[in-house]
């Protein structure tokens, strides 16, 4: 069978169903998916989020707002952010922070991750004079939420354009982009938590 776009999609579908009657790996101790808030974003932007990556992933969702709370987030580096996240994470966690903006980071990357954080700079996902409340921007933000997180999971980069995963150097190319993972990135992910399991219990 030729896998094309709407294939792939119908695929997913039948994985996800697969995670929601129980068939997907349980792990003997869940990792939690801690999402920092960096800066005044709006209680709608961080709810959406949430939700995405509880449903789209499985694990629970811990929000935290205190992460860099007395510092400028405009002011802060990569380096700053990303080892601040870390200090936060359990052994098995893993993060996602949201910040308006970030200073070095390249102007086109939306998203991007570094060892078991990913982090979503929110002023590059609004054209000009676009408002943060917009629903398109804030469908915008769950995907390179969720696009970050599976990097900070450990899963690569997606050539697939509608795969969450797929990295979009354009908004018109972020627009194009699925919610959700595609059927070998999702398999990936089974096969990922699995082996980190297995390494656990063979310590």
């Known amino acids: 069978m030729r896998l094309d776009g709407i294939n792939l999609l119908a695929c ?8 929601f009657a129980g068939e997907w790996p349980v792990l003997a101790e869940c990792p939690t998916n801690h999402l920092f808030v960096v800066g005044p974003i709006s209680t709608a932007m961080v709810s959406g989020i949430e939700y995405t990556l ?31 996240a870390n200090r936060n994470l359990g052994d098995k966690d893993f993060g ?40 398109r921007v804030l469908k915008r933000a769950r995907k390179e939420a969720l696009r970050a997180a599976g990097l900070a999971l450990g899963l690569e980069q997606c050539p697939f354009p509608l795969c969450a995963l797929n990295e979009s150097t354009t908004l018109q190319e972020l627009d194009n982009k699925g919610l959700s993972f595609c059927p070998p990135c999702i398999a990936r992910l ?9 390494l656990q219990l063979s310590k």
């Not at 992933?57 to 929000?63: H, K, M, R, Y």
């Not at 922070?97 to 086109?108: F, H, M, Q, S």
């Not at 990357?109 to 990913?118: K, M, N, V």
């Open 54 to 84: 509880g449903t789209e992933l499985g694990f629970p969702v811990a929000v935290n707002r205190s992460l860099l709370a007395s510092t400028s987030s405009a002011a802060v580096s990569p380096q700053t952010l990303l080892m601040a």
């Open 96 to 135: 996602v922070v949201l910040i308006d903006a970030i200073e070095g980071e390249p102007a086109r990357s939306f998203s991007f991750a570094c060892h078991r954080t990913g982090v979503v700079v929110l002023e590059r996902l609004c054209s000009d004079g676009e408002a943060r409340s917009s629903e």
């Open 12 to 19: 997913g579908a039948v994985l996800s169903s697969m995670m």
């Open 190 to 198: 089974m096969n990922l938590q699995v082996e980190k399991e297995m």
